[in-house]
């Protein structure tokens, strides 16, 4: 996929997604792309710390980005984060206060944010954007409360099958140890898990 | 009995009168029984619930299993589906624990508010924003916490729970086994006892 690197260039990409979900024509993804910045990071390079107060709602436009906590020295990841997800500290954001968890680029990647600033001058624009703003953050509930279904619904065997169906190049792009942590299976489990995918020849073969 | 679902509400975000007087019309008072599904009824049709009086809990079937993924009482909201964007049907079931009062609106009714009203839209952004909220401390919680915090920290924010929720629903809402839950909740329970005695406060 090549990198888009203007604003103009994402506003093809943000009305196809918008457009999903909700009626929003492109003179509105327009208006809303003013409120909006692109950002690049490089592959391990933090775009959120533990402590910063998270000043952006983000979206992936190209990368990976992953989320997680650090638990008694341990690295939990909560999200993991491809092109069109969502990712942020919602409490951080929403709060302005420090936030616990790290956001950090798995590989080197391009994300579009708006600020709490430009979002709240968004919100207040129009009754329009208002409403706009609410089907937003429903998108953002929505993939969040199937994540936890998944979760907690599916044994880990399924988890990971569904996880890799959907996400046939995750392997590649991300260390098995994060994907192992964000399915919740301990690494020789997820190792044991993968060679019998590879048996069943269940996901695209550029596996060494 | 609409009083305290305006003071939820005037919590989160101010409503004019005018608002309110609107909301009020279209809250449904409902009564349940214990152990009554809440949507079967509500088939065809999505309701936000306000409780008044009692508990109820959202789950959803694996197999023979139950996980039940939340709990609420009085003061609180749950529903079943929150989004507008549904395009399945719901995954998840509401029952109640106990005999239960609700205030419940259609989210039908609901949007048609919506539509009229900005003080309604924005309400709706802060709820959603709350619910937000929520569920990434859900998430958390399950990472944060390990099995034994989970279950002190369960019994020290929400001591009534564990005499209204029957304990196997209970270990499913913390996404503890069953035996475990038993285990820590007489190990955790015993600490405490000891903690009081020594301190030659009574025991109840």
């Not at chain 1, 208006?31 to 533990?50: A, C, D, T």
Request: glycine share 4%; charged share 30%.
């Amino acid at each position: 996929m090549p990198i888009r690197k203007s604003l103009h260039e994402i506003g093809d990409y943000i009305y196809n997604y918008l457009q999903r979900y909700m009626d929003v024509t492109r003179e509105e993804v327009q208006f809303l792309i003013g409120f909006l910045e692109l950002r690049s990071f490089n592959r391990k390079e933090k775009i959120l710390n533990v402590g910063e107060v998270d000043q952006h709602l983000n979206m992936v436009i190209q990368g990976i980005v992953r989320k997680y906590i650090e638990v008694d020295g341990l690295d939990c990841t909560l999200q993991i984060a491809q092109e069109g997800h969502f990712i942020q500290s919602d409490r951080s954001f929403h709060e302005q206060s420090a936030s616990e968890i790290v956001i950090e680029a798995v590989e080197k990647t391009t994300i579009i944010s708006i600020s709490h600033q430009q979002l709240q001058r968004l919100l207040a624009s129009s009754d329009r954007w208002e409403r706009l703003g609410t089907n937003i953050l429903m998108l953002l509930l929505k993939h969040r409360e199937s994540r936890i279904y998944k979760k907690r619904a599916l044994s880990s065997r399924e988890y990971f099958m569904h996880f890799l169906k959907h996400h046939p190049d995750i392997i590649q792009r991300v260390p098995q140890k994060y994907i192992a942590s964000y399915l919740g299976v301990k690494p020789e489990t997820f190792s044991r898990l993968k060679h019998l995918l590879k048996g069943k020849r269940l996901y695209k073969n550029n596996i060494s | 009995m609409y009083i305290l679902l305006e003071t939820f509400i005037d919590k989160i975000s101010s409503i004019s009168e005018e608002e309110h007087y609107h909301l009020h019309k279209i809250c449904e008072v409902r009564s349940y029984g214990r152990y009554e599904k809440l949507n079967i009824e509500d088939q065809y049709e999505e309701y936000l619930h306000f409780i008044t009086k009692g508990v109820i809990r959202k789950f959803c079937k694996k197999d023979e299993e139950d996980i039940t993924i939340q709990l609420a009482q009085e003061g609180e909201i749950i529903c079943a589906d929150v989004t507008v964007f549904s395009d399945q049907p719901t995954r998840y079931q509401l029952e109640t624990l106990e005999p239960t009062t609700t205030l419940s609106i259609s989210k039908k009714r609901f949007l048609e508010l919506y539509d009229k009203h900005p003080g309604i839209q924005r309400l709706s952004r802060k709820l959603l924003t709350l619910m937000l909220l929520k569920s990434e401390e859900y998430e958390l919680e399950q990472v944060k916490y390990a099995l034994r915090d989970r279950m002190a920290r369960f019994l020290e924010s929400q001591p009534q729970l564990i005499n209204r929720v029957p304990q196997k629903i209970l270990a499913s809402y913390l996404n503890i086994q069953p035996e475990t839950f038993s285990r820590l909740k007489t190990s955790l329970s015993a600490h405490k006892q000891n903690f009081e005695v020594n301190n030659n406060h009574p025991v109840i």
